[in-house]
């Protein structure tokens, strides 16, 4: 049992190594690259502690590298998804009676482990799984998981902290448990921290959790899982499984323990798993968390007092930086018209020294898109803009997937501000742009309000500091993070909260502590020390 009020360390960010020429990192980084790309993994699913094998063996590519082969990974169906609901909830006694300072050590170790001797590894099955480059897998699959794992322990101990006053005779408390059954993890391909993040967070306040990463993302899914393991996680706290979406999703919300959604991913899936939940309401023990992150169809605002060149260098950072495939990326720009010319000028100087190819050349900016339909869809969008007398390649405008599926970091500008792409989520490397005049900007506001119906990210770039508050105020719906004369990407854990309303999800705020609360289950617990013996209240004495 306890015996002390426990102070955990105090969470810092994790320092961003730079992999710069004659480092140790890069030499260990390519390394690391080198050893993987020797071999091929075999990816079971992990449920109950054990690793799980079917009949059914995917393989997995570099989506910059067709033709070389990572390993595989063994496709499970319903009988595993119910394996693993069952492994949950065989764990949760045990995991929910575990101090609280003992389910801290096992992911701050996750965390010293993940910068310490897993960093290369970590960061090298992120630039060969999902084609990132060194510092777009650094910045996150070592940093932001770091992150995530230090913050969500301190977030977690102030939550236990927070306690209500007492009175005379009695103490208040409050027991912050874990919700009742197992918390359902579903998350992306474009971040190793969020793959990590979604079922630990849960996990931390003392869930049991079913976690399924997207199929595009489970090379990377198998490292995160080895430190987990290697950490001291208990056997069934959480429970990796592979399986198809349907499947998945139609043996999960059908549980009566389901208990908790974790979701990042695309908003119609999002959609469609709220009305599934919705129609099995009657099913569960308790009404479901839902949270979730979505969409976006991000934006940068340039006023007619802007830094051009700065709009100019969010404008290729924010958009193409690991090929637009964030759901923070800038995919839309408005362009006051005395500065757009000037702007175009030296966003076409950028893009025409931007390097393409696979993160294994460190001199490459982008890499490769993470699929053939992700290639096919912005190919087409490209294709659009191209035959559209309202648009204009202004940079870019190539793809190619005869190796890998590449796509040219593309410019289109616009004469309409309702063009395709200017309003549909495209999730790669094709940031659009529309010319407004100078002085309409209250009109292009307007526009920009009302174009999507997302509201995660945005920018805005203005010298003016009447026009930042003018600006912040009137747009106060249209992010939930917002960006002053800076790219609308980079949120960093205990410094932006991440998360946006609207279409984009449910703002939980993913690493902070509003998102931890999401895993909790609070009890008040009143004890009175001196209990009443007489009913008769003081009023009801005689004049």
């Given at each position: 049992?306890?015996?002390?009020?426990?102070?955990?360390?105090?969470?810092?960010?994790?320092?961003?190594?730079?992999?710069?020429?004659?480092?140790?990192?890069?030499?260990?980084?390519?390394?690391?690259?080198?050893?993987?790309?020797?071999?091929?993994?075999?990816?079971?699913?992990?449920?109950?502690?054990?690793?799980?094998?079917?009949?059914?063996?995917?393989?997995?590519?570099?989506?910059?590298?067709?033709?070389?082969?990572?390993?595989?990974?063994?496709?499970?169906?319903?009988?595993?998804?119910?394996?693993?609901?069952?492994?949950?909830?065989?764990?949760?006694?045990?995991?929910?009676?575990?101090?609280?300072?003992?389910?801290?050590?096992?992911?701050?170790?996750?965390?010293?482990?993940?910068?310490?001797?897993?960093?290369?590894?970590?960061?090298?099955?992120?630039?060969?799984?999902?084609?990132?480059?060194?510092?777009?897998?650094?910045?996150?699959?070592?940093?932001?998981?770091?992150?995530?794992?230090?913050?969500?322990?301190?977030?977690?101990?102030k939550i236990y902290e927070e306690q209500p006053v007492s009175d005379k005779n009695t103490w208040n408390r409050v027991e912050y448990r874990p919700l009742e059954g197992f918390v359902f993890a579903l998350t992306p391909f474009n971040f190793t921290a969020i793959t990590a993040n979604l079922p630990a967070a849960p996990a931390m306040m003392g869930n049991t959790v079913v976690w399924k990463p997207s199929k595009l993302n489970i090379y990377s899914a198998n490292v995160v899982m080895e430190i987990f393991r290697e950490a001291g996680l208990p056997d069934g706290v959480i429970n990796l499984i592979f399986a198809s979406g349907p499947v998945v999703a139609d043996t999960v919300f059908a549980s009566p323990d389901f208990a908790g959604f974790h979701f990042t991913g695309s908003?119609?899936?999002?959609?469609?798993?709220?009305?599934?939940?919705?129609?099995?309401?009657?099913?569960?023990?308790?009404?479901?968390?839902?949270?979730?992150?979505?969409?976006?169809?991000?934006?940068?605002?340039?006023?007619?007092?802007?830094?051009?060149?700065?709009?100019?260098?969010?404008?290729?950072?924010?958009?193409?930086?690991?090929?637009?495939?964030?759901?923070?990326?800038?995919?839309?720009?408005?362009?006051?018209?005395?500065?757009?010319?000037?702007?175009?000028?030296?966003?076409?100087?950028?893009?025409?020294?931007?390097?393409?190819?696979?993160?294994?050349?460190?001199?490459?900016?982008?890499?490769?898109?993470?699929?053939?339909?992700?290639?096919?869809?912005?190919?087409?969008?490209?294709?659009?803009?191209?035959?559209?007398?309202?648009?204009?390649?202004?940079?870019?405008?190539?793809?190619?997937?005869?190796?890998?599926?590449?796509?040219?970091?593309?410019?289109?500008?616009?004469?309409?501000?309702?063009?395709?792409?200017?309003?549909?989520?495209?999730?790669?490397?094709?940031?659009?742009?529309?010319?407004?005049?100078?002085?309409?900007?209250?009109?292009?506001?307007?526009?920009?309000?009302?174009?999507?119906?997302?509201?995660?990210?945005?920018?805005?770039?203005?010298?003016?500091?009447?026009?930042?508050?003018?600006?912040?105020?009137?747009?106060?719906?249209?992010?939930?993070?917002?960006?002053?004369?800076?790219?609308?990407?980079?949120?960093?854990?205990?410094?932006?909260?991440?998360?946006?309303?609207?279409?984009?999800?449910?703002?939980?705020?993913?690493?902070?502590?509003?998102?931890?609360?999401?895993?909790?289950?609070?009890?008040?617990?009143?004890?009175?020390?001196?209990?009443?013996?007489?009913?008769?209240?003081?009023?009801?004495?005689?004049?």
């Amino acid at each position: 049992m306890p015996k002390g009020f426990f102070n955990v360390p105090k969470a810092v960010n994790e320092p961003v190594r730079s992999y710069a020429p004659g480092t140790k990192d890069r030499e260990e980084l390519k390394k690391a690259l080198k050893e993987l790309k020797s071999k091929q993994v075999e990816i079971p699913m992990v449920i109950g502690g054990k690793d799980v094998k079917t009949d059914k063996k995917v393989d997995i590519h570099p989506p910059h590298e067709l033709a070389h082969t990572l390993g595989h990974y063994y496709q499970g169906s319903a009988k595993e998804v119910n394996m693993a609901i069952d492994a949950a909830m065989e764990a949760k006694e045990k995991w929910a009676a575990t101090p609280w300072h003992e389910r801290a050590a096992i992911f701050l170790k996750v965390a010293d482990l993940l910068t310490g001797p897993y960093r290369y590894k970590m960061n090298a099955a992120a630039m060969l799984g999902t084609s990132k480059t060194a510092h777009q897998a650094e910045i996150e699959s070592a940093c932001e998981f770091a992150d995530f794992m230090r913050f969500g322990v301190e977030y977690m101990t102030k939550i236990y902290e927070e306690q209500p006053v007492s009175d005379k005779n009695t103490w208040n408390r409050v027991e912050y448990r874990p919700l009742e059954g197992f918390v359902f993890a579903l998350t992306p391909f474009n971040f190793t921290a969020i793959t990590a993040n979604l079922p630990a967070a849960p996990a931390m306040m003392g869930n049991t959790v079913v976690w399924k990463p997207s199929k595009l993302n489970i090379y990377s899914a198998n490292v995160v899982m080895e430190i987990f393991r290697e950490a001291g996680l208990p056997d069934g706290v959480i429970n990796l499984i592979f399986a198809s979406g349907p499947v998945v999703a139609d043996t999960v919300f059908a549980s009566p323990d389901f208990a908790g959604f974790h979701f990042t991913g695309s908003t119609p899936v999002f959609q469609q798993s709220w009305k599934k939940i919705g129609d099995n309401i009657t099913k569960y023990k308790t009404y479901p968390r839902i949270v979730g992150e979505t969409g976006g169809k991000d934006y940068i605002f340039a006023s007619p007092k802007a830094d051009a060149k700065a709009v100019a260098t969010a404008m290729v950072r924010g958009a193409f930086e690991y090929q637009g495939q964030k759901c923070s990326a800038a995919s839309r720009t408005y362009l006051p018209g005395n500065l757009a010319d000037e702007i175009f000028k030296y966003v076409k100087e950028d893009v025409s020294t931007i390097k393409q190819g696979s993160p294994e050349d460190f001199s490459n900016f982008l890499c490769a898109v993470i699929d053939e339909s992700a290639f096919d869809k912005h190919a087409a969008a490209i294709d659009m803009a191209k035959e559209d007398s309202s648009c204009e390649i202004i940079a870019g405008g190539g793809y190619d997937k005869s190796k890998g599926y590449f796509i040219e970091p593309t410019v289109i500008k616009t004469t309409n501000p309702k063009f395709y792409s200017m309003e549909e989520e495209l999730f790669g490397p094709v940031l659009t742009v529309y010319v407004y005049d100078e002085n309409k900007v209250d009109e292009t506001l307007d526009i920009l309000d009302n174009t999507s119906i997302y509201g995660l990210t945005g920018a805005i770039f203005t010298q003016d500091r009447y026009e930042i508050d003018y600006l912040t105020k009137r747009l106060v719906n249209t992010a939930g993070n917002f960006y002053v004369n800076d790219k609308p990407t980079g949120a960093i854990v205990g410094q932006q909260p991440f998360g946006g309303a609207r279409g984009s999800g449910t703002n939980d705020k993913a690493g902070s502590m509003l998102n931890q609360l999401r895993w909790v289950s609070a009890r008040s617990i009143k004890e009175n020390f001196v209990p009443a013996k007489d009913y008769r209240y003081p009023y009801m004495e005689d004049e």
